[in-house]
C-alpha cells in the first residue's frame, strides 16, 4: 500500500528557513498536500501541488516535488514563532474519492 | 474556522462501552470523511460518505460503524471500545466526493478509554 515517510522534528531559530521533507512510494499520486496542525487544534491546509508541477511558492512557503524520487519538501522562509506546530505531508493517490495517505508528522519548534 | 463542526470534543469513557461522535459539514459540502490520530498509528484515513452513500473504506476496525444522514451530518460509532481505541477522531468535508478540492477539518474529538 501507499506509504508516506517523515522526519519525526526540526527545530530552527526564528528567522531562519525551515525545510521539511517527506517521501512517499505511490507513483500515482496525483496531489501532495501539506497540512499544519496547532496545538489540540484541527489540521489546516497550507498548500497543495499537483503531481506534474515542480515547485510552488505561496507567500512563505515553497514547496518543491522530486517526482523521480517521489521526495516533497516544505520550505518556510523567515520561520517565526507562531509556524511551531507539526506538519503533515499526504499524498492523494488514484483512487475512489478522495481518501490522503498521511505521514507521521514533523514537529516543528522554532526557537526565538 | 474550517465551517466543520465536531461534538463532542471530549469524550471520556470505560472500556467496553460504545459512543457516537458526531460531525457536521461544511454548508454545501456532501463528502465526509472520519480519520483516526493516534500516537502510534499516525493519521489514518477510517471512511468516506458521499450523500448518504459509503463511498471509501480505509482502516476501519468492525467494531466501528459510520453513518451519513439525510441532513448530509455523520456520526462515527465505535462499539466495545479498547484502550487502544483513544485518540483524536478527525471529520473532513468537501464539496464532492470527486474532485481534488481541499478537504476541510473539523477541531476532532479526543476520545480517551479507561
Known amino acids: 500500500g501507499e506509504d508516506v515517510e517523515q522526519s519525526l522534528f526540526l527545530s530552527v531559530r526564528e528567522g531562519d528557513s525551515s525545510v521539511i521533507n517527506c517521501t512517499y512510494t505511490d507513483s500515482s499520486s496525483t496531489y501532495l498536500y501539506w497540512y499544519k496542525q496547532e496545538p489540540g487544534a484541527g489540521l489546516q491546509l497550507l498548500t497543495y501541488i499537483f503531481s506534474n508541477m515542480d515547485m510552488k511558492q505561496d507567500q512563505r512557503l515553497t514547496v518543491l516535488l522530486n517526482k523521480k524520487d517521489k521526495h516533497l519538501s516544505l520550505r518556510i522562509a523567515d520561520t517565526q514563532t507562531g509556524d511551531s506546530a507539526i506538519y503533515f505531508c499526504?499524498?492523494?493517490?488514484?483512487?475512489?474519492?478522495?481518501?490522503?495517505?498521511f505521514g507521521g508528522g514533523t514537529r516543528l519548534m522554532v526557537k526565538p | 474556522d474550517s465551517g466543520v463542526t465536531q461534538t463532542p470534543k471530549h469524550l471520556i469513557t470505560a472500556t467496553g462501552q460504545r459512543v457516537t461522535l458526531r460531525c457536521s459539514p461544511r454548508s454545501g459540502d456532501l463528502s465526509v470523511y472520519w480519520y483516526q490520530q493516534s500516537l502510534d498509528q499516525g493519521l489514518q484515513f477510517l471512511i468516506q460518505?458521499?450523500?448518504?452513500?459509503?463511498?471509501a473504506k480505509g482502516n476501519i476496525l468492525e467494531r466501528f460503524s459510520a453513518q451519513q444522514f439525510p441532513d448530509l451530518h455523520s456520526e462515527l460509532n465505535l462499539s466495545s471500545l479498547e484502550l487502544g481505541d483513544s485518540a483524536l477522531y478527525f471529520c473532513a468535508s468537501t464539496e464532492s466526493g470527486f474532485t481534488y478540492n481541499e478537504q476541510f477539518f473539523g477541531p476532532g474529538t479526543r476520545l480517551t478509554v479507561l
Open positions: 460518505y458521499y450523500n448518504g452513500e459509503e463511498r
Open positions: 499526504a499524498e492523494r493517490g488514484n483512487n475512489a474519492g478522495n481518501m490522503l495517505t
